[in-house]
């Protein structure tokens, strides 16, 4: 024993999905992990801005994980707690890495890839903006601009700008491999759909609201998605580049179309076949499930510039692999 104290790393809403993976494999690495958040294991509270500070003072690293799900209804009050919950707490440790007499080197924080304008033919970049108009676009830069307010002198800012993350335990994941299984895996069309003002900020329809019914996405809007095992090897990555701050868009560099995604599902899980779902079919659907058509509908198509320009190697760069791994364990 050298007498040293391991290194520490702190991870806010740690109890999550990605908040697990991320500590199960910081401490392999050799982290002394701690956590913040509102349940009983949790290090210190979101409330206790002096519980916070000790936690910080001291970290290498500091990563944000913390918001509220947003596989919900948006309803306003759902809309309000989904942004509030990740401004607030990113505020939070916002003043305590500035209060730190020993602020950690690296501060990662969520973000979301659906800050990009939809599109079926473009994809996006860290280098494209914001979309100026949206409900997910409006949450993003307000969830961003938390992060990079101000000076943060000796530590280095990161936005994980996360797309749709597989693995075996994902919620989502779950779901597509059920809705698979119960023959409910094919497409997900675009449509008409009756007004609503839980859509507000969204537009009545989430894809092309310009183009007839009949022309809309009909399958072909594009997930961005990224294997577990990758978006943790990235952070790994990013922890251990020191060149590179700012926005980084947390995706394979393979993007599929909604109908190759479900495809992909359904040959998985020896499907052999899977039932279409317009629009007129989902939306009751979604709102049995208390989640949002939107979800499944709009088009996010991103690349993974700043990772791939710093040179990271994507364990699972195409979906068929990635399933099969999640499929197989």
Known sequence: ????????????????????????????????????????????????????????????????????????????????EILRSRVRTTAALHRAITAAARPPAVWMNGSSATAYRYSLDTPRTEADPVDEKGFSPDVTREWEAALFAGETPGTRRIALRTSLVFGRGAPVMNLLLRLARLGLGGPQYDGWWFPHRRYRGIGAHPTEPDRPDYERSRGRQRLSWMHEQDFVQAVRFLRDHDEIAGPVNMASPHAVTNIALMRTLRRAVH?????????????????????????????????????????????????????????RR
């Open 1 to 80: 024993m050298n007498g040293t104290s391991p290194r520490r790393a702190v991870i806010g809403g740690g109890s999550g999905y990605l908040g697990t993976a991320l500590r199960d494999a910081l401490r392999v690495d050799g982290f002394d992990v701690r956590t913040i958040g509102r349940g009983p294991d949790a290090d210190a509270r979101w409330g206790d801005d002096a519980g916070i500070l000790r936690l910080v003072d001291g970290a290498e690293l500091v990563i944000g994980l913390a918001g509220r799900r947003i596989d919900c209804r948006y309803t306003d009050r759902n809309r309000e």
């Open 271 to 327: 499907a052999p076949f899977g039932l279409p779902s317009p629009r007129f079919v989902l939306e009751p659907g979604m709102a049995v499930l208390r989640t949002e058509s939107e979800l499944v509908l709009k088009s996010r198509w991103v690349l993974p510039q700043v990772l791939e320009d710093a040179g990271y190697v994507f364990r699972f760069p195409e979906l068929d692999g990635a399933v099969r791994a999640i499929v």
